[in-house]
C-alpha cells in the first residue's frame, strides 16, 4: 500500500512534468542495435531524466547505417514524445554515402542537444610497430614516404568513419596506404590485432583495452584537443595542423516540434548529461558530454556535413 507522504510525492512528481509529458511515454529511437555505445549512453539518459520528463524509453529501429531509425523520427508526430538520435553517419556522413536517404538530415528535424564526443585513435599492432620502429604520426609518415605501397590500414567498411579517418591522413600526410575493408569495427580490430593489417582509426572506447594491455600503440587522438583519459597521448593535428574526425552523436525531434517544447527537452537532458552520475558513467565510456543548445547543435551538424562532403569524395565511397 502507497502511503500518504509516498502519494503526495508522487502527485508533485507528476505535477512537475511538461504538460505535453504527463501521463504519456517519451521514446528515443537509437538507429543502432542494443548494446552498442550509442545504445549504452541513451539508456543512461533516458534514466537521468526520468524526474523531469516522465518514463522514457529506448527502441532500438538497427539497418541502413542507421536511415532506417532516423528516417523513422523523421515522420514522427511533432509533439515532443518522440526523439532520435542524431549521429555521425546519419548527420554528416550518409548525405553524401548513399545516392538517396529517405530523410533530409537539414530539414526533417529539430535539433535538441548534442549528447558527447567520443576521440578515435589512430593504433598500430604493437608488435608490428616495434618492428617497424615505428612510434609517433612523423614515424609513420616518414616510414610511409620511404616505402609507398607497403603500409595498409583496416576499418569497419567502406565509408565507415575509420575508412575516412583514413582516407584524409593519407591525403595531408602525403602517403599511401592500402584500405582493407572489414565487416564491421570488430572484425577490423581484430585484424589489427593479427597483425593482417599495420594501422586502424579505431574509437577510443573500443581500442583503450587493448591499448592499456600493451596489445595496441596508440600514436594519436584525431580531435583537436587531446583526450582527457588518455592525455599522454598527442593528437594527429600536433603533426597534421587542422586534422579533426570525432565520434558524435546527440538528441533530436521531429521539424515541427514547438520551441517551448524543445527548450524544456533540452533543459532537461542538458541537466542530467551535466550531472556527475552520468559524467561518471561517460567517462566509463571513453565519452565526452557535450551539451548544447539546439542552435549550436544544428549548427554543428551543418558544419560536419560540410565537412563529410570533401572527406567522402576524396575516399570515392559510395554504398549504393
Same mark, same amino acid.
Given at each position: 500500500?502507497?502511503?500518504?507522504?509516498?502519494?503526495?510525492?508522487?502527485?508533485?512528481?507528476? *505535477? &512537475?512534468?511538461?504538460?505535453?509529458?504527463?501521463?504519456? /511515454?517519451?521514446? #528515443?529511437?537509437?538507429?543502432?542495435? =542494443? %548494446? $552498442?555505445? +550509442?545504445?549504452?549512453?541513451?539508456?543512461? *539518459? &533516458?534514466?537521468?531524466?526520468?524526474?523531469?520528463?516522465? /518514463?522514457?524509453? #529506448?527502441?532500438?529501429?538497427?539497418? =541502413? %547505417? $542507421?536511415? +532506417?531509425?532516423?528516417?523513422?523520427?523523421?515522420? &514522427?508526430?511533432?509533439?515532443?514524445?518522440?526523439?532520435?538520435?542524431?549521429?555521425?553517419?546519419?548527420?554528416?556522413?550518409?548525405?553524401?554515402?548513399?545516392?538517396?536517404?529517405?530523410?533530409?538530415? &537539414?530539414?526533417?528535424?529539430?535539433?535538441?542537444?548534442?549528447?558527447?564526443?567520443?576521440?578515435?585513435?589512430?593504433?598500430?599492432?604493437?608488435?608490428?610497430?616495434?618492428?617497424?620502429?615505428?612510434?609517433?604520426?612523423?614515424?609513420?609518415?616518414?616510414?610511409?614516404?620511404?616505402?609507398?605501397?607497403?603500409?595498409?590500414?583496416?576499418?569497419?567498411?567502406?565509408?565507415?568513419?575509420?575508412?575516412?579517418?583514413?582516407?584524409?591522413?593519407?591525403?595531408?600526410?602525403?602517403?599511401?596506404?592500402?584500405?582493407?575493408?572489414?565487416?564491421?569495427?570488430?572484425?577490423?580490430?581484430?585484424?589489427?590485432?593479427?597483425?593482417?593489417?599495420?594501422?586502424?582509426?579505431?574509437?577510443?572506447?573500443?581500442?583503450?583495452?587493448?591499448?592499456?594491455?600493451?596489445?595496441?600503440?596508440?600514436?594519436?587522438?584525431?580531435?583537436?584537443?587531446?583526450?582527457?583519459?588518455?592525455?599522454?597521448?598527442?593528437?594527429?593535428?600536433?603533426?597534421?595542423?587542422?586534422?579533426?574526425?570525432?565520434?558524435?552523436?546527440?538528441?533530436?525531434?521531429?521539424?515541427?516540434?514547438?520551441?517551448?517544447?524543445?527548450?524544456?527537452?533540452?533543459?532537461?537532458?542538458?541537466?542530467?548529461?551535466?550531472?556527475?552520475?552520468?559524467?561518471?558513467?561517460?567517462?566509463?565510456?571513453?565519452?565526452?558530454?557535450?551539451?548544447?543548445?539546439?542552435?549550436?547543435?544544428?549548427?554543428?551538424?551543418?558544419?560536419?556535413?560540410?565537412?563529410?562532403?570533401?572527406?567522402?569524395?576524396?575516399?570515392?565511397?559510395?554504398?549504393?
Amino acid at each position: 500500500m502507497i502511503s500518504r507522504r509516498h502519494a503526495i510525492a508522487l502527485t508533485a512528481a507528476t *505535477l &512537475a512534468l511538461p504538460a505535453w509529458a504527463q501521463a504519456r /511515454t517519451t521514446r #528515443i529511437v537509437v538507429p543502432f542495435a =542494443a %548494446g $552498442g555505445p +550509442i545504445d549504452v549512453t541513451a539508456r543512461i *539518459l &533516458a534514466e537521468a531524466v526520468k524526474d523531469s520528463l516522465g /518514463t522514457v524509453i #529506448i527502441e532500438n529501429r538497427p539497418g =541502413a %547505417g $542507421g536511415n +532506417i531509425g532516423v528516417s523513422q523520427v523523421a515522420k &514522427a508526430a511533432p509533439d515532443g514524445l518522440t526523439l532520435g538520435i542524431a549521429t555521425t553517419a546519419s548527420h554528416g556522413i550518409n548525405p553524401w554515402l548513399f545516392k538517396q536517404l529517405p530523410y533530409d538530415p &537539414a530539414k526533417d528535424f529539430a535539433p535538441v542537444t548534442q549528447m558527447l564526443r567520443v576521440p578515435n585513435v589512430l593504433v598500430m599492432n604493437a608488435e608490428t610497430a616495434q618492428r617497424l620502429a615505428i612510434n609517433s604520426v612523423p614515424d609513420l609518415i616518414r616510414y610511409g614516404k620511404a616505402n609507398p605501397g607497403r603500409l595498409n590500414y583496416g576499418s569497419g567498411g567502406n565509408g565507415s568513419a575509420g575508412h575516412l579517418a583514413g582516407e584524409l591522413f593519407k591525403n595531408q600526410a602525403g602517403i599511401f596506404a592500402v584500405h582493407i575493408p572489414y565487416n564491421g569495427g570488430n572484425p577490423a580490430q581484430l585484424g589489427l590485432l593479427s597483425g593482417q593489417v599495420d594501422f586502424n582509426f579505431d574509437n577510443l572506447a573500443t581500442a583503450a583495452a587493448n591499448i592499456r594491455s600493451g596489445k595496441l600503440k596508440a600514436l594519436a587522438v584525431t580531435t583537436m584537443q587531446r583526450s582527457s583519459v588518455m592525455p599522454d597521448v598527442p593528437t594527429v593535428a600536433e603533426t597534421l595542423p587542422g586534422f579533426e574526425i570525432d565520434t558524435w552523436w546527440g538528441l533530436i525531434a521531429p521539424a515541427g516540434t514547438p520551441a517551448d517544447v524543445v527548450a524544456q527537452l533540452n533543459a532537461a537532458f542538458g541537466k542530467a548529461l551535466q550531472s556527475p552520475e552520468v559524467k561518471s558513467k561517460f567517462a566509463g565510456l571513453m565519452a565526452e558530454p557535450a551539451p548544447s543548445s539546439p542552435q549550436a547543435f544544428g549548427e554543428f551538424m551543418t558544419r560536419e556535413r560540410a565537412k563529410y562532403e570533401r572527406v567522402v569524395k576524396l575516399s570515392g565511397a559510395k554504398v549504393d
